[in-house]
């Protein structure tokens, strides 16, 4: 260790000895300042230059590197007020330890903010975000964030960068699976749940961290799903389709925003003023404050539009970016940038107050040891209480594919041929993002089918997820010529998501689809459970399985959540978040398309298709069974003509025709007939999921505002425009039941 900090002595004396030179001038903030409170502002006038630049820093310990750097020596820079917030630094022994060098080694103990990435789950892994998206159930997401910030707030956090709410079409991007999804309108109402999941009855409260809405704005309509790629759509799409679940997200409360490694028309995020400023700040009075992405600040040399470190940290933080994540630039060149006149103080002191304003509504400067809790933290930490909530939001997030001849649910009898790579593994069942979890927490197929009672299933592994060996395959064959059903766990490996985990090929890795072709040699049914962080190309193996279930990566309890499907114990409820292409090719495939001018025609060669593929995916959004069925009646409006502004009453009855008792999730698109700009063929403006019994019906109403029929006109005005609407309501995207409704001025 003493290398690290020899190493680290002579890196700082080569960074921060020149703005130490100003660290004793006491520096007046600017009385225009706009008002923070009284105890900010008492603050603020006591704190050097210096100490202002540190609250502006934030640095990863060296537990986690979750980007390109990691950086010695920041307890030093705690010390020296060189910084004012950490992340990847959490348990309650850590947070205490840093937390008191800044409480009683400095000069105005002003208390470090923790952050970390708790995106499903802290210690108790939850499903992966698009995973819990597919559960379509607000109550269950909300839960799910809600366990994790009680585990992380017990462990010293108070900040989680959290929820990811980047809308993302394209599934050859890795971080696809952090997110909502394809939609818009689902990305809204999921952003507005986690956040509510985070910061629960309010900051301030001991289980409560600040949310920081990521990544804005757009990063997931990165060219090619190549990540940190160049984004580029118009000021309408990106209103009309990027930007809601931001603001959805704000106005659910959150707290934090962080800026996106991506350009937007020509100008990084990290220092796009018109993000930052106009829009975040001036249309959606956003009072929180901006964290760059992880060097995002440095990066904008490589993006070409700075010379130097320098000039990045005075175009970030003109634009509005208030905390610097990694690039110690903020640290370096902030000082010498105020006295060239390139910053004014009034921005410095303002991003200050932003910083400050959290840490004391999180109650610090009272207590900065009230989050790192030793007797909350163990009996919090994966409790069966937290256990039960992730095996049932896991259950509620699995969707039904396919199901040939009703193969699911299987009885506990079942002579069971258990095989694939993934069927006893618990190291991947976590996904990318996990937090402080581990596989060894976890609960495997293997395990929980006898956990379920399943007591004659035989194993064998077959291959690996990603190797060119079939050799496996003999013994697979050997299971399975005395099962009855083959259980055949395919997938890919957890770190073939999340960041910097793009894929050009998204069929299943290595030799999986041949394995699953020698099985199908049995002729024994067969159901596949797939374990994947985005979209896959299936066109095989709908071919070869009989049944399919989705499970994503389900995280601590996989194996009982599967086991509670795959027995009938929970008939599976979900819907995709993200259509399925056929193939690579046709990406981006998605519900809520154009029709454009020459509409898909298979019969017609001169419309817009390919010649090689069709247009549609081989699963839709929305799209999965159940168990049962469930049959749609005529959609009932009491006003079928209506006048612009007056709300749409509409109903629909939901019958269960099927032999079990299911859940339906009654998704409710409009389509805009005729408008001043082209519009979606759908779009998704309500869903309810609802509990049905067998042989039972629900009616389900829905009342429809101007909001849901309004949309960014040619003008760039957001508002309604009179004319015709399609309704539709169904099971998916690909809702039938359809209902012709007018609009009058
Ligand atoms: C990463 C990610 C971001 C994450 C941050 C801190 O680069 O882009 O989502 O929150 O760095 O780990």
């Known amino acids: 260790m003493f290398y690290k900090f020899s190493f680290f002595l002579i890196f700082f004396l080569c960074t921060c000895v020149q703005p130490m030179a100003h660290a004793q001038t006491r520096v007046p903030s600017q009385k225009s300042a706009p008002a923070g409170n009284s105890k900010v502002e008492a603050l603020l006038k006591k704190m050097t230059l210096q100490e202002k630049i540190g609250q502006l820093t934030l640095y990863t310990t060296d537990w986690e590197s979750t980007g390109p750097t990691i950086r010695d020596g920041y307890k030093n820079d705690i010390r020296s007020g060189a910084c004012g917030a950490l992340f ?5 022994p850590f947070t205490r330890e840093l937390q008191r060098i800044a409480i009683e080694e400095t000069r105005l103990k002003i208390p470090l903010l923790f952050g970390y990435d708790v995106i499903h789950g802290y210690k108790t892994i939850f499903p992966i975000p698009l995973g819990e998206a597919a559960s379509w159930d607000l109550t269950a997401i909300e839960k799910s964030a809600r366990v994790a910030a009680k585990e992380a707030s017990s462990a010293g956090l108070h900040w989680t960068f959290a929820p990811m709410v980047d809308v993302a079409r394209d599934p050859r991007w890795g971080r696809v699976m952090e997110g909502a999804g394809e939609d818009t309108y689902l990305g809204c109402r999921i952003a507005e749940a986690r956040v509510r999941g985070i910061q629960g009855k309010g900051i301030g409260n001991t289980d409560a961290v600040l949310a920081c809405v990521k990544h804005y704005a757009a990063y997931g309509a990165a060219i090619g799903g190549r990540d940190y790629n160049t984004v580029d759509m118009s000021e309408r799409f990106l209103r009309e389709y990027y930007l809601p679940p ?23 995020a990290t220092g796009n003023k018109f993000l ?60 010498q940038s105020l006295r060239e006149g390139k910053i004014s103080l009034q921005q410095i002191d303002d991003a200050v107050r ?11 400067f009272d207590d900065p040891y009230k989050f790192s809790d030793q007797a909350r933290y163990d009996a919090t930490i994966l409790s069966a209480e937290n256990r039960a909530a992730a095996r049932d939001v896991a259950k509620r997030s699995i969707v039904l594919l396919q199901n040939k001849g ?22 991947e069942l976590i996904g990318n993002w996990c937090g ?37 395959f003999k013994a697979a064959l050997e299971v399975a010529q005395h099962a009855d059903v083959l259980v055949v766990v395919l997938g890919e490996r957890a770190d073939m998501s999340g960041e910097a985990a793009s894929r050009s090929n998204i069929k299943l890795p290595g030799v999986q689809e041949n394995l699953l072709k020698a099985l199908k040699s049995s002729g024994k049914p067969i159901v596949v459970i797939l374990m994947n962080g985005r979209p896959l190309d299936l066109s095989e193996i709908v071919n070869d399985a009989d049944a399919i279930l989705e499970a994503w990566w389900l995280g601590t309890e996989t194996g009982n959540a599967l086991a509670d499907v795959i027995s009938g114990a929970y008939n599976p409820s979900g819907k995709l978040p993200m259509s399925f292409p056929k193939s690579v090719g046709q990406i981006p495939v998605y519900y809520n398309y154009k029709s454009t001018g020459r509409p898909y025609d298979p ?11 069709q247009n549609n995916p081989l699963f839709p959004f929305g799209f999965g069974l159940s168990y049962t069925t469930f049959e749609y009646g005529e959609i009932q409006c009491d006003n079928p003509v209506f006048k612009k502004g007056t709300p749409v009453q509409l109903r629909v ?16 698109y409009i389509r805009d007939v005729t408008a001043s700009v082209t519009r979606p063929v759908r779009e998704l403006k309500a869903f309810k999921k609802i509990k049905i019994p067998q042989g039972g019906n629900e009616t389900i109403s829905f009342s429809l505002t101007d909001a849901d029929f309004s949309f960014y006109k040619k003008n760039m005005q957001f508002g309604s425009e009179a004319g015709k609407f399609e309704i539709y309501i169904g099971g998916s995207a690909l809702a039938s039941r359809k209902l012709s409704i007018e609009m009058k001025p």
């Open 406 to 427: 009703n193969v699911l649910p299987l009885s506990k009898n079942t002579k069971i041929a258990l095989i694939g790579p993934l069927a006893e593994n618990k190291s």
């Open 88 to 92: 990847n630094s959490h348990t309650v």
């Open 276 to 335: 930052l400023d106009q829009i975040l700040r001036k249309e959606w009075k956003f009072k929180g404050f901006v964290v760059s992405d992880y060097t995002g600040i440095a990066e904008m040399v490589n993006h070409g539009v700075v010379a130097n470190d320098k000039e990045a940290g005075e175009l970030a933080l003109q634009a509005g970016v208030d905390m610097d994540m990694q690039s110690a630039i903020y640290q370096r060149f902030t000082a």
């Open 246 to 268: 931001y603001k959805a997200a704000i106005d659910a409360g959150a707290r934090t925003v962080m800026a996106s490694f991506n350009d937007y028309d020509g100008v990084p």
């Open 436 to 472: 402080a979890g581990s596989g060894s927490d976890c609960v495997s197929v293997r395990e929980g089918l006898q956990l379920a009672g399943y007591n004659q299933v035989a194993f064998a592994k077959a291959c690996e997820i990603a190797d060119h060996d079939e050799s496996g």
């Open 603 to 613: 019969n017609s060669k001169w419309t817009s298709k390919y010649i090689d593929e």
């Open 653 to 668: 009855n939901v019958r269960n025709t099927g032999k079990y008792d299911g859940e339906e999730v009654v998704q409710l």
């Open 354 to 364: 932003r910083i400050l304003s959290l840490k004391f509504e999180l109650g610090l």
